[in-house]
């Protein structure tokens, strides 16, 4: 899990501003909520984790 949120860091944590939200920058804050499941709605899924993220922040002025 470590490994997926450091790529997540790394390649999709930015901050898009400006017209059309076309430039962007390095996010500085980024929130993680990990949740592990141990089955699926039909009751078949192995175990397996979820990780949700948000980007937080605003780019530099």
């Given at each position: ?12 944590s ?16 980024l929130?993680?909520?990990?949740f ?26």
């Amino acid at each position: 899990m470590g490994q997926v949120f450091a790529w997540i860091e790394y390649h999709v944590s930015v901050i898009r501003f400006g017209t059309d939200g076309v430039p962007s920058v390095a996010a500085r804050r980024l929130v993680a909520a990990r949740f592990r499941r141990h089955e699926s709605p039909c009751r078949s899924a192995p175990l397996h984790d979820h990780l949700l993220c948000a980007v937080r922040g605003a780019p530099h002025s």
